[in-house]
């Protein structure tokens, strides 16, 4: 179920970005779809813009969570650019 779940939310169109929340309070933005691969008994994750990149076990997946949290893509309004 949990595989079907990511597979459902990589193949929405358009693609809405997600979160993955591991066991121990970790948590990876999935902000593209290109940059997770579901492989067979774990998730390897790409951080975009580095070389840093994370491989996390189906099992230590504790919830899949909406990236935006129905406020937008940086949670809400706010003041940008002003002085």
């Not at 779940?5 to 591991?22: A, N, T, V």
């Not at 969570?65 to 706010?78: I, L, P």
Request: charged share 30%; no cysteine.
């Amino acid at each position: 179920m949990l595989i079907g779940d990511i597979k459902e939310r990589l193949s929405k169109d358009p693609f809405e970005p997600f979160r993955i929340r591991g066991s121990s309070g970790e948590s990876y933005e999935i902000t593209r779809p290109f940059l997770i691969a579901l492989m067979k008994s774990k998730l390897f994750i790409a951080f975009p813009n580095s070389d840093r990149w994370a491989e996390l076990s189906y099992l230590h997946v504790a919830a899949l969570e909406s990236a935006t949290n129905g406020h937008g893509k940086r949670g809400g309004r706010g003041r940008h650019g002003r002085s």
